[in-house]
């Protein structure tokens, strides 16, 4: 099997990922994954995600190397940080949604131990400098990359962004080329691309062409997306102190249960926001004028901190 490339590093697998490429060059060593159902675990379980009716979705336990991840009734996750391996297998789902959890979740879930991973999308604004967007599900941050690349600007992250503060700034790695879009925003932003599919039963729908990519590149703005809509664009300049809290919100978190990385994790989302333009956008939820948000962006990116909140 090939050797794929997720977050700049090594995916050594036994199962094949039709959504990834594999790697041109010998990348960073990673995570090998193999496909068995890990040996049965008794927890105690903490929850990472919870289900809109209040019920857990996603939740995790120690194990002697590392953790293990469960998707209720769906699949099983085994991330050896010891040995470097993620082990997993389907419960009751499908092939693609399988995968989806890997990709999407479960790698950043696992890469979280060691480096700081934004649930965040990302384009590259005329050229390697990058620009984030941070938000929760549903805030919009996948349509304004889309928005974004189709006024020429390469997409580098679509839902999670690793992070690493160097001598020469915040250095920013995606996972993958891709962005997945629901059935409105594919409509109206996605109009006219051919799409990878989407894995039942989530209505997202993956695109991999047609759009640019980039890699990684030094991020230079930060924008929280404000969930709840708003009557015009505006852009709000964070303090520090609230740029950590939001980061803090969004961030891809596993060891929820150990203090000691809870902490190094806070000094590293503090590192970032003190070394990255900060701002709250507010938006129209209206996504016949996702051109004018996309142009209202550029612009603001283009500007600088000579931008008036």
Request: hydrophobic share 45%; net charge neutral; charged share 25%.
């Amino acid at each position: 099997m090939p050797v794929y490339e997720l977050y700049g590093r090594a995916l050594d697998s036994d199962m094949a990922f039709p959504e990834l490429r594999p790697a041109a060059a010998p990348p960073a060593p990673g995570y090998r994954f193999t496909r068995r159902l890990p040996p049965p675990h008794d927890g105690p379980w903490f929850v990472i995600w919870w289900r809109p009716d209040g019920d857990p979705w996603v939740r995790a336990s120690r194990t002697p190397g590392g953790y293990r991840v469960q998707y209720c009734n769906c699949a099983e996750f085994d991330v050896d940080a010891a040995r470097r391996v993620i082990a997993g297998a389907t419960i009751d789902c499908s092939e693609e949604m399988f995968r989806h959890f890997l990709l999407d979740q479960v790698a950043a879930l696992a890469w979280s131990l060691e480096a700081t991973v934004l649930h965040a999308s990302s384009v590259a604004i005329d050229g390697r400098a990058l620009a984030a967007f941070a938000g929760p599900g549903g805030a919009g941050k996948s349509t304004l990359a889309t928005a974004l690349a189709r006024r020429g600007h390469a997409i580098a992250s679509d839902d999670a962004l690793l992070v690493d503060v160097t001598d020469r700034g915040v250095r920013a790695v995606p996972a993958y080329p891709g962005v997945r879009l629901w059935n409105d925003s594919e409509a109206e932003v996605a109009a006219g691309l051919a799409g990878d599919g989407r894995p039942e039963p989530i209505a997202k729908q993956r695109f991999s062409g047609g759009l640019p990519f980039a890699g990684e590149g030094t991020l230079v703005r930060l924008y929280v997306l404000d969930p709840v809509p708003a009557s015009a664009v505006r852009f709000e300049r964070l303090t520090g102190r609230d740029a950590v809290v939001e980061l803090v919100r969004q961030t891809y978190r596993l060891a929820l249960d150990d203090r000691g990385a809870l902490a190094r994790e806070f000094a590293a989302l503090a590192d970032v926001a003190a070394r990255v333009s900060c701002w709250r956008l507010s938006y129209p939820r209206n996504l016949a004028r996702w051109r004018a948000l996309a142009a209202d962006v550029e612009a603001h990116v283009r500007a600088g901190s000579t931008v008036a909140a």
